[in-house]
């Protein structure tokens, strides 16, 4: 008797949707559950109403929280889940992703958020047709992990520039001319008000009055590749940094880089670190993979963790 090809062990894909992402429609979710169906496999889907119920519900999904109700009998005939998928954008993404890290399983993203900031640093193409094939070919590779205290990201953090570009942009739709990101930049900067920081990145320490202060994993942070150089997992972040907020010429900055063209060097420097602190920043605004958090501390303490996300791309 011929043997038989053993038969392909069901993946059981657990899908966090964000209903609220800017451009989620039923439509395109169906087209991931038909294809994770037609692969032979198996999905639950959970769509929570708020972000805190979403980092909730992924860790039910792992088993690391209880569930306050019976658990669906669907969820666990379908088995343990194998793999998270975050249906949003970068918030989305970075809840799951903590889920993920926690459970040590890999994460998909099917990014219908407005940025997809961290999809977009790991991936040449970000449509849903391309996530669908990933997710389903399953091939992962390691990012780092950055802390903030108990708050964890994936992309990158930044105060001053990105928070206010991200709000700015939050009332317009992305334009694919670099002119028009010079432009933009231009009307967030006036927004900053700066202040002299002190600044340690490992062991060397200094005093900097900067208009951007950014602290990347990956490249992208609000749609542009201000850390082109990032290195997904070598342990450190690239911090970018501009020495004198009178002398920068921001336009010019942020179209040779949605260009890919920047070279640092003069006005914006990039460094290299696993420790990062900075003070004063009591009232900043900080943005975290997207999401937008006054800081109530005067230091700002982030530090390069040892374990690392799995991300499917």
């Given at each position: 008797?011929?043997?038989?090809?053993?038969?392909?062990?069901?993946?059981?894909?657990?899908?966090?949707?964000?209903?609220?992402?800017?451009?989620?429609?039923?439509?395109?979710?169906?087209?991931?559950?038909?294809?994770?169906?037609?692969?032979?496999?198996?999905?639950?889907?959970?769509?929570?109403?708020?972000?805190?119920?979403?980092?909730?519900?992924?860790?039910?999904?792992?088993?690391?929280?209880?569930?306050?109700?019976?658990?669906?009998?669907?969820?666990?005939?379908?088995?343990?889940?194998?793999?998270?998928?975050?249906?949003?954008?970068?918030?989305?993404?970075?809840?799951?992703?903590?889920?993920?890290?926690?459970?040590?399983?890999?994460?998909?993203?099917?990014?219908?958020?407005?940025?997809?900031?961290?999809?977009?640093?790991?991936?040449?193409?970000?449509?849903?047709?391309?996530?669908?094939?990933?997710?389903?070919?399953?091939?992962?590779?390691?990012?780092?992990?950055?802390?903030?205290?108990?708050?964890?990201?994936?992309?990158?953090?930044?105060?001053?520039?990105?928070?206010?570009?991200?709000?700015?942009?939050?009332?317009?739709?992305?334009?694919?001319?670099?002119?028009?990101?010079?432009?933009?930049?231009?009307?967030?900067?006036?927004?900053?008000?700066?202040?002299?920081?002190?600044?340690?990145?490992?062991?060397?320490?200094?005093?900097?009055?900067?208009?951007?202060?950014?602290?990347?994993?990956?490249?992208?942070?609000?749609?542009?590749?201000?850390?082109?150089?990032?290195?997904?997992?070598?342990?450190?972040?690239?911090?970018?940094?501009?020495?004198?907020?009178?002398?920068?010429?921001?336009?010019?900055?942020?179209?040779?880089?949605?260009?890919?063209?920047?070279?640092?060097?003069?006005?914006?420097?990039?460094?290299?670190?696993?420790?990062?602190?900075?003070?004063?920043?009591?009232?900043?605004?900080?943005?975290?993979?997207?999401?937008?958090?006054?800081?109530?501390?005067?230091?700002?303490?982030i530090e390069i963790i040892d374990k690392q996300l799995?991300?499917?791309?």
């Amino acid at each position: 008797m011929r043997k038989g090809q053993p038969r392909k062990k069901s993946q059981h894909y657990c899908l966090l949707v964000n209903r609220q992402a800017v451009n989620y429609n039923s439509d395109i979710i169906k087209k991931l559950t038909t294809a994770i169906r037609n692969h032979g496999d198996n999905y639950t889907i959970f769509e929570p109403e708020t972000a805190f119920k979403l980092l909730n519900t992924s860790l039910k999904a792992i088993g690391a929280k209880k569930w306050h109700r019976e658990v669906p009998k669907a969820f666990l005939q379908r088995g343990k889940v194998t793999t998270l998928v975050a249906c949003g954008g970068d918030g989305t993404v970075n809840l799951v992703a903590r889920a993920g890290l926690k459970a040590n399983l890999p994460v998909g993203i099917f990014p219908i958020g407005k940025f997809n900031n961290i999809a977009r640093s790991l991936n040449k193409e970000i449509t849903t047709d391309s996530a669908v094939q990933n997710i389903l070919k399953g091939t992962y590779k390691k990012i780092d992990t950055g802390a903030i205290g108990e708050q964890l990201f994936f992309g990158s953090a930044a105060i001053r520039f990105i928070p206010e570009m991200q709000k700015l942009l939050a009332k317009e739709s992305l334009s694919r001319f670099a002119f028009r990101w010079g432009q933009n930049a231009k009307k967030a900067v006036t927004t900053i008000k700066t202040e002299p920081l002190i600044v340690k990145i490992d062991a060397f320490r200094f005093e900097v009055n900067p208009t951007v202060l950014n602290i990347n994993l990956l490249s992208n942070s609000v749609g542009i590749p201000i850390s082109p150089t990032s290195i997904p997992d070598d342990g450190q972040a690239e911090i970018i940094i501009d020495f004198d907020s009178n002398k920068i010429n921001i336009n010019q900055f942020i179209r040779q880089l949605y260009k890919e063209k920047y070279i640092f060097a003069n006005e914006f420097k990039l460094f290299r670190g696993k420790k990062i602190s900075i003070q004063p920043v009591k009232g900043e605004i900080l943005y975290l993979d997207g999401e937008l958090i006054v800081l109530p501390n005067e230091v700002l303490d982030i530090e390069i963790i040892d374990k690392q996300l799995k991300v499917i791309c």
